[in-house]
């Protein structure tokens, strides 16, 4: 009687242990889950956030060959250069760096074709202190090098594309029964609106508004106080076919 007594009394002071070690176990496996559908409700389903369009700095470049019997440009290429410099005014954010080919065949040539280079980016208005040069040797000495001209911009990017963290094909992952979209989905697009966009800025804000045209304006206001009608009047005129020959 005493032996059954003495063994019940441990058993039911380690109950209460048994309960809190299954709750500890259970409140770990909720954790896990609730941890799960975090990660997986994190992947954004619009393209505009899973592959978005930055604004980033990037170069803008142009390349000039000179051969080494001729030490000029031609007249293309002195109009590349000014529209060059013209761009370089409008929507670069720093200077302009001229790398000139070194150790090469038409390396003389690129010497004479440089004194035109900067007299044109002069003429467009960018100053002696606003143009570096530097040299650089190219992986074949023997190659036709050309001379680089590059400024730094404003540019919009995305991507990068091609990626696939996912199967597209059927499994057992719970993401395909959601009938989401892949990661990859709209990649390309957004990558082509950011190479096309003239403006990166219009990207993030609007443009201000153009100033009005205040000579239709008075106008227009001016008829309204005679009680005229201020629409534009336009001719009716029309072209009319050829009759020769009927």
């Given at each position: 009687m005493l032996s059954t007594v003495t063994t019940f009394v441990p058993v039911t002071r380690a109950r209460p242990w048994l309960?809190?070690?299954?709750?500890?176990?259970?409140?770990?496996?909720?954790?896990?889950?609730?941890?799960?559908?975090?990660?997986t409700g994190s992947v954004p389903n619009d393209i505009r956030q899973r592959h978005p369009?930055?604004?980033?700095?990037g170069d803008q470049s142009m390349e000039i060959f000179v051969g080494a019997k001729r030490g000029g440009l031609t007249p293309l290429q002195r109009a590349e250069v000014l529209a060059f410099a013209r761009?370089?005014?409008?929507?670069?954010?720093?200077?302009?760096?001229?790398d000139m080919p070194a150790g090469t065949a038409n390396e003389a040539s690129a010497r004479e074709a440089h004194r035109e280079i900067r007299s044109i980016l002069s003429a467009a208005g960018a100053?002696?202190?606003?143009?570096?040069?530097?040299?650089y040797r190219?992986?074949?000495?023997n190659q036709l090098a050309p001379i680089r001209l590059n400024y730094p911009r404003v540019t919009a990017?995305?991507?990068?594309?091609?990626?696939?963290?996912?199967?597209?094909?059927?499994?057992?992952?719970?993401?395909?029964?959601?009938?989401?979209q892949?990661?990859?989905?709209?990649?390309?697009s957004q990558r082509n609106l950011a190479a096309m966009v003239e403006e990166?800025?219009?990207?993030?804000?609007?443009?201000?508004?153009?100033?009005?045209?205040?000579?239709?304006?008075?106008?227009?206001?001016?008829?309204?106080?005679?009680g005229q009608d201020p629409a534009a009047v336009y001719s009716n005129s029309r072209g009319r076919i050829s009759e020769i020959g009927q």
């Open positions: 309960h809190i070690a299954l709750s500890l176990g259970a409140a770990v496996m909720l954790t896990g889950c609730m941890g799960t559908r975090d990660v369009i930055t604004l980033q700095e761009n370089w005014q409008r929507e670069a954010t720093g200077g302009i760096i001229i100053a002696r202190g606003a143009v570096i040069e530097r040299p190219p992986a074949h000495p990017q995305a991507g990068p594309c091609g990626l696939w963290p996912d199967d597209l094909g059927p499994s057992a992952n719970a993401k395909h029964f959601e009938n989401r892949y990661h990859n989905f709209g990649c390309a990166p800025a219009d990207l993030v804000q609007p443009r201000a508004s153009t100033p009005v045209y205040t000579a239709r304006r008075t106008m227009v206001l001016e008829k309204y106080r005679q």
